[in-house]
């Protein structure tokens, strides 16, 4: 067989499988959809929080766990101090989003009739208007008040900007979405026991949606990246690496507010982002960095800036 229909097969392969999945994910939904209302029992009584609970410390990855400054803490201190990071990690989750449907929501309006995407797209921001619903109702209902750091919100409103490069777009969805999938995974598989129960719901109900939202980034991912040209698949693989570096940072470096109100020391912030969290982060890309090798994102001209950045071995 030619080169040349060797190639054309393998693109109709790829296209096969691109409608296929998209055929499923509208499919699933449908069936397996959640409200972050109808579906949460808000005032039931073994979902009422209260900061010093001592399931905080349990409920999400805590990188300052071992360091000496956090151990010297009281403990209702410790758990409140956990909570605030789990605030503080929500309201980034919804501010990346917000930037995803914005970004999804200027797709859609320059898409043809019977674009294959419109109706997947659109399942994809009615899940996401319910999960930041359900985040800041918990936000609420803590008490705590998390900020967003401008640096955040500027760069948000640049990404939207970017929903004019599709790809370029998506790889900006899959940094933010897969951080918070991993971690929510994590602790739902090593702790799931000692979870506080309100927050194991919001986590139940998130995964199971963001496995279709990653789903279909990463197979998006893989049928534009080919179509893209020269210069772009250039942009693509050098805004990748530094995208995830920094986002992976952003979600879980606490705030300006938290470092000053916990008072936690430098030595204390050097200590908890030393080598664990590089483990961490290199366990947490292990996949994205298998499927971005696949697509082709990561290539022989790149590697050499991931594995800089510590983000594969
Ligand atoms: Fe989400
Ligand atoms: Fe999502």
Redesign the pocket.
Known sequence: MSAVRKNRQKLKSIKDRYLNTIHRLNSQSVSKKTDAYADIDWDSEEFKLDKKDSRWRTSSRNFFENTSWYKSLPEDVQSEFALEQITNQLKTAILF?NT?QRGFLAMLARMENNAPEFRYCHH?VI??SH?SMMFQEFINRTGLDPKLEWFKKVLAKDVINFSRYPAIFFVF?LSG?EPLDFVQRFVLKNKRENIHPLYRRIIEIHLQ??TR??CFAKTYLEKHFKELNHLNKIRLCTFSPITYYFVNRYYFLPTKETIKKFDIPKEAIREAFSEDFKEYILNSMEHTTRTFEKIGIINNYNRWLWKKLKLCN
Do not use: D, N, Y
Request: charged share 60%.
């Open positions: 989003e995803l994809e899940e996401e999960h969805v979405e949606e963001e939202h990653i």
